[in-house]
């Protein structure tokens, strides 16, 4: 008979799992309900979790970092800035991936309701997301999938689960990354992903949360 703490050892290494496949099935059944095939959900939930690693670079551009170094007399030293590359890239799962799948809803859902849709997630990720240096771009997670349920379900009536995820992915890319990219030189890290890092979780979310919305 097993003791007491192989039992919650054996648990707690196989809870990941769990979870996992709890999410996984949740996910499949989410964008199954958003209109694809269980084949086409399940091959959507990968590549979109599986490109959130992915970033395709698309542009470089030379930054200069201002280095602050402390000395005990500041006024005799002169410490000329770091020039260093900066890579802009695009996330596969966070941006690519979401940015097709949402065109491809766009034309099976009423346009105006959809675009008004996508202005009001635009708006309210671009006032909630926040510039770090050295790090990138950061939004609450919960943001996007929130305000883009809210809007389609005030705006599109019966579509509201296909608006939900168009306004969700498209305004979270313009309000979030897009509106912010004259303020990436001040980021100062080597690589800004759009669709990556602080706005994936986001974007992800929005799948999921707005196939509950599908009857």
């Known amino acids: 008979m097993?003791?007491?703490?192989?039992?919650?050892?054996?648990?707690?290494l196989l809870l990941p799992v769990l979870l996992f496949l709890f999410y996984f099935n949740i996910a499949a059944i989410s964008f199954t309900k958003l209109g694809l095939s269980p084949q086409g959900a399940m091959l959507l939930f990968i590549f979109s979790l599986v490109g959130?690693?992915?970033?395709?670079p698309i542009s470089k551009q030379k930054i200069t970092v201002e280095?602050?170094?402390?000395?005990?007399?500041?006024?005799l030293f002169y410490y000329p800035p770091r020039v260093k590359q900066q890579v802009i890239a695009v996330n596969l799962g966070g941006a690519i991936i979401p940015t097709i799948f949402a065109l491809y809803l766009l034309g099976k859902v009423p346009i105006l309701p959809a675009l008004l849709s996508v202005t009001v997630v635009t708006l309210a990720t671009h006032a909630m997301a926040r510039?770090?240096?050295g790090v990138g771009i950061s939004l609450p997670a919960f943001i996007p999938p929130l305000v883009a349920v809210g809007?389609?379900?005030?705006?599109?009536?019966?579509?509201a689960a296909p608006t939900a995820y168009i306004a969700g992915s498209l305004g979270t890319l313009i309000g979030a990354d897009l509106l912010n990219l004259g303020k990436i030189k001040s980021i100062g890290?080597?690589?800004?992903?759009?669709?990556?890092?602080?706005?994936?979780?986001?974007?992800?979310?929005?799948?999921?949360?707005?196939?509950?919305?599908?009857?």
């Not at 097993?2 to 707690?12: I, Q, S, T």
């Not at 959130?52 to 395709?56: E, L, T």
């Not at 759009?194 to 599908?214: K, M, S």
Request: no cysteine.
């Open 2 to 12: 097993f003791g007491l703490f192989p039992m919650l050892l054996l648990f707690a």
């Open 52 to 56: 959130g690693v992915i970033n395709i």
């Open 67 to 75: 280095e602050k170094r402390d000395t005990p007399f500041p006024f």
């Open 131 to 133: 510039v770090i240096p």
């Open 151 to 159: 809007s389609a379900l005030l705006l599109a009536g019966e579509f």
């Open 189 to 215: 890290a080597q690589v800004v992903s759009i669709g990556g890092a602080g706005v994936y979780d986001g974007i992800f979310l929005v799948g999921i949360i707005a196939a509950f919305l599908a009857v």
